[in-house]
């Protein structure tokens, strides 16, 4: 604005004015702000790991896999999606999932869900140490048709054997609704359908919904009406959001969110894994950004966002790409 | 609050919106209810930004001919307020030195206000000479960045100021106020939201219309955005707020949309983006006026912008510039 001075790099007040915003996790003063409208904790789940990297081209190998789930452990993160039990005929970037899961730190304190489509990967799963597992519905016929191969009723019947196994088994099930606000194929979504997919998975014994914006169209005030559907037929502290900044919307989407009561945020470290549905665009939203924001909320997460940080510059190293995450990008400046 | 004289209007209150284009690119189609609640706004004025802040704050020079084409294109995109250049001196901003030039060479739409930047009473007769029919000052809520950034402290600068506003008063031309580093400053690091009511406070007292609160380096987060607006709100009228967010921690959209639930309406931008952050080099400065767009579309409000029409203007002055759009929605309509 004005007329404008160059680059200062080291500017102690600028800094300091960022590390109040970059603090590394204790307990912030409550602000009112804060105290009146919006959760006091939000629990992050990391989805870089296996949603973003499944995004990504390059092949990563099983050892920068297990490092980076291992410094995402450290970085505070309470939990983290580790792999997919996916067939690697589909999936070529999670096709070394035994050896990930085998192979990473296990922080007590920390989760480590992976995703199963069906009883076969959850068997893989377990024998490989899972202790938890998600599966993913779609609001969408044409996107459950299309991506899997089966109309959300079938999916939903197969899902059905892997919780009722998990149930007898003690292994928690979260469930994924995708096209929550939109579906590539058909466009707007209803938010009753979101709401009833959501029950059906709830029912079967889900412990957590994520209610999942797959491509990122979603506003504020779409995200505002089907969390109104959702919010009748399951209890809010079971309800997560996972959107996509594919349009720049996913800040705004989780900020009216955890206005609503939302306290579990999904998001990838870097904003890795780009939008299968739009070539170039992004997809995951970083969770360095959101991080951030819940900081300057006053909202704890116990997440060290300096150390997400360098988790991120880490990945992004080993992917040779720039970080999608504008908090990454803009600190990369003062070395903090 | 001083007693207020008669002050001028600018032209595009008078006259009538344009409609939007039938067939558009877009968010999932919301009704036009008050989603933002019952103080949100039904209609949002955007300022955009881009030919002045935005080209301001990017390396390569544009040619005349290019910015006048840039802000031909926009003034069809149906935006109400295109801020055209800077009356500045060349050697302080290379990039607006041919400022006399470009607001001769535009065509003035009806309805479409081009006001222009002016540090001081010389820079607005110069603007004047050159056909401005309206103008913008620019102070700041932080003292070292004032004396930093045009070499005199807050009051001074307003001072100067008094100067432009009787001149600007007997011209019967609008002028608008921009408020600096509102969230955060670069040198002072945290900035008290009583100092940001006091500086709009004597801005909107000088007589300037509009008071466009700026976060220059982009540290807000929603809270302290309520913070500071519930501050100003006490003593400048929400009618004459604007919010001018930058987007270099990605926080730009969550701020703005606190900003609407609080009821403002005016919202500054630029197109694709542009204009990086002069003190975090390589990071992202304005927020896209695409995006924004997006986000207000989705909730329902009018603007009176056609998104097509501003992402063919964005895909324009990116090709002029040789670089990559900042806005998420360009990225991910065009299929590269």
Avoid at chain 2, 105 to 120: A, M, Q, T
Avoid at chain 2, 284 to 292: I, M, P, Q, R
Wanted: aromatic share 6%.
């Amino acid at each position: 604005m004005g007329t404008v001075p160059s680059a200062l790099k080291h500017c102690l007040s600028y800094q300091h004015l960022l590390r109040e915003q970059l603090w590394s996790g204790e307990p912030p003063p409550a602000q009112e702000y804060q105290k009146s409208e919006l959760p006091e904790y939000v629990k992050i789940i990391e989805v870089g790991p296996r949603d973003g990297l499944q995004n990504e081209k390059v092949i990563v190998p099983t050892d920068i896999k297990i490092e980076l789930i291992n410094q995402l452990a450290k970085a505070g993160l309470p939990v983290i999606e580790v792999t997919s039990f996916v067939s690697s005929k589909w999936v070529p970037q999670m096709a070394d999932h035994t050896e990930v899961m085998r192979g990473i730190e296990r922080h007590p304190g920390v989760r480590y869900p992976v995703l199963t489509p069906n009883l076969r990967g959850f068997h893989s799963a377990i024998s490989a140490g899972a202790t938890e597992v998600s599966v993913f519905g779609a609001a969408s016929e044409s996107f459950s048709k299309r991506n899997i191969n089966c109309s959300i009723e079938e999916s939903i019947e197969r899902f059905e054997e892997v919780a009722k196994l998990a149930r007898n088994m003690n292994i928690p099930v979260r469930g994924y609704v995708s096209c929550a606000l939109g579906c590539p194929y058909e466009g707007n979504i209803k938010p009753v359908k979101v709401a009833e997919v959501s029950k059906r998975l709830y029912s079967m014994g889900c412990y957590e919904i994520s209610l999942a914006d797959t491509i990122g169209v979603g506003t504020p005030g779409s995200m505002k009406r089907m969390l109104e559907a959702v919010m009748k037929e399951i209890p809010l502290t079971a309800l997560a959001v996972h959107c996509h900044d594919t349009y720049g919307q996913a800040l705004a989407n989780i900020l009216t969110a955890m206005q609503m009561g939302v306290s579990v945020v999904d998001s990838a470290v870097a904003g890795l894994g780009g939008c299968p549905y739009a070539k170039g665009a992004t997809g995951n939203v970083a969770t360095e950004d959101v991080i951030y924001m819940l900081n300057g909320l006053g909202i704890n997460t116990g997440v060290n966002l300096y150390k997400v940080i360098e988790a991120g510059n880490f990945i992004c190293t080993a992917l040779s790409r720039k970080t999608n995450s504008k908090v990454a990008q803009a600190s990369s400046v003062f070395e903090l | 609050m001083a007693a207020l004289t008669r002050r001028a209007v600018p032209r595009w209150a008078a006259a009538a919106l344009r409609p939007m284009s039938a067939a558009r690119p877009g968010p999932p189609v919301t009704p036009p209810s008050p989603q933002l609640g019952s103080a949100g706004p039904r209609r949002v004025k955007i300022v955009e930004v881009g030919p002045r802040d935005g080209l301001q704050n990017e390396q390569a020079v544009v040619p005349t001919e290019v910015k006048i084409r840039f802000i031909d294109m926009l003034s069809e995109t149906g935006l109400p307020v295109i801020e055209a250049t800077s009356f500045v001196s060349p050697k302080w901003v290379p990039q607006m030195a041919d400022h006399a030039e470009v607001l001769k060479g535009i065509e003035k739409f009806p309805g479409v206000s081009y006001p222009v930047l002016i540090p001081n009473l010389k820079g607005f007769q110069a603007a004047v000479t050159a056909g401005a029919r309206e103008v913008s000052i620019f102070g700041a809520a932080s003292e070292l960045f004032s004396k930093k950034n045009i070499n005199c402290s807050i009051d001074e600068s307003l001072q100067r100021f008094s100067e432009v506003m009787e001149a600007a008063r007997a011209a019967n031309i609008p002028v608008r106020g921009y408020v600096s580093c509102v969230l955060g400053c670069p040198y002072e690091g945290k900035i008290a939201p009583a100092k940001v009511a006091e500086v709009a406070k004597k801005m909107y007292a000088m007589g300037c219309y509009e008071i466009s609160l700026g976060d220059t380096i982009g540290v807000g987060t929603p809270g302290s955005m309520k913070e500071m607006l519930s501050a100003v709100m006490k003593e400048v009228p929400l009618g004459a707020l604007a919010v001018h967010c930058h987007d270099t921690y990605g926080q730009a959209l969550a701020n703005t949309l606190v900003a609407l639930q609080m009821g403002v309406s005016v919202v500054d931008s630029s197109v694709s983006g542009l204009g990086g952050c002069p003190y975090a080099q390589g990071a992202s400065g304005n927020v896209a006026t695409e995006d924004l767009v997006y986000m207000l579309d989705g909730l329902g409000i009018h603007t009176g912008v056609d998104l097509q029409k501003l992402m063919d203007v964005g895909a324009f002055i990116c090709k002029a510039l040789n670089r990559r759009s900042n806005s998420k929605v360009a990225q991910a309509t065009c299929r590269l």
